[in-house]
């Protein structure tokens, strides 16, 4: 059974302080590791999707990395309108996607 | 690009009623839609895989004749909530593929509030 698992579950920030989230996954032939923001009310937002291991991808302050096992999305220098609830996503085949439980971050000013 | 749209955003109705939700994806195609629900501080979880002019496939414990699904078009997924209860009240989300993107990304719609008296 395909298995998403994200910490920490809620992360508190000072702006401009740098962190890192975190997703292990296990499944059987990975069709991409997907970042999804998500701001309360609304729909994901599509950040990244990685492929393979050693691959990363940036988008102003957020950078995505991939390993066999996990993957990080690190946020560097965050302001307050980095505040939401992160979520990562495992593909498999048929497009279907596993997500975790989600990293609720918030970055005080 | 890659834009997805639901209608309505939110919806209030009594119970026994019936609901029908639409997803729509304006600036490309798709021939494969997702719908998911989330409860408060939860995660998306998959409900069902619509396929245009094919019947949807549905996860295990999802109700096919509670949830009915129709992908007429290769922009048009409706999700009709029949006989809504109470325990039916969430946030329901669809996801559509680019299929001329060749990519596996999905997009998301914005979401709709359900709440069922």
């Known amino acids: 059974e395909d298995q998403v698992t994200q910490s920490p579950e809620a992360l508190r920030l000072q702006e401009g302080e740098s962190s890192s989230l975190n997703c292990s996954y296990t499944?059987?032939?990975?069709?991409?590791l997907f970042w999804y923001r998500q701001d309360p009310g609304k729909g994901p937002e599509f950040l990244f999707t990685?492929?393979?291991a050693g691959e990363e991808k940036e988008k102003e302050r957020l950078k995505a990395t991939l390993t066999k096992k996990e993957s990080f999305l690190h946020i560097t220098a965050p302001k307050p309108e980095d505040s939401a609830t992160y979520l990562c996503?495992?593909?498999?085949?048929?497009?279907?996607?596993?997500f975790g439980q989600g990293t609720i971050l918030t970055v005080h000013p | 690009g890659a834009v997805v749209s639901q209608h309505p955003s939110w919806v209030i109705c009594k119970s026994g009623t019936s609901v029908k939700i639409e997803c729509r994806s304006l600036?490309?195609?798709?021939?494969?839609m997702f719908w998911y629900r989330q409860f408060p501080k939860q995660s998306l979880m998959l409900m069902a895989t619509?396929?245009?002019?094919?019947?949807?496939?549905?996860e295990q414990g999802v109700e096919k004749d509670k949830f009915l699904i129709n992908h007429a078009s290769l922009t048009l997924s409706t999700l009709t909530v029949t006989s809504a209860h109470p325990e039916d009240s969430s946030f329901y989300i669809c996801?559509?593929?680019?299929?001329?993107?060749?990519?596996?990304?999905?997009?998301f719609g914005p979401g709709t509030r359900l709440t069922v008296l």
């Open positions: 996801s559509a593929f680019d299929i001329l993107a060749m990519a596996d990304t999905q997009y």
């Open positions: 499944v059987s032939g990975l069709r991409g």
């Open positions: 990685l492929y393979s």
């Open positions: 996503a495992v593909g498999t085949s048929y497009g279907k996607l596993t």
């Open positions: 600036d490309f195609q798709a021939t494969t």
């Open positions: 619509s396929n245009e002019g094919s019947k949807a496939t549905y």
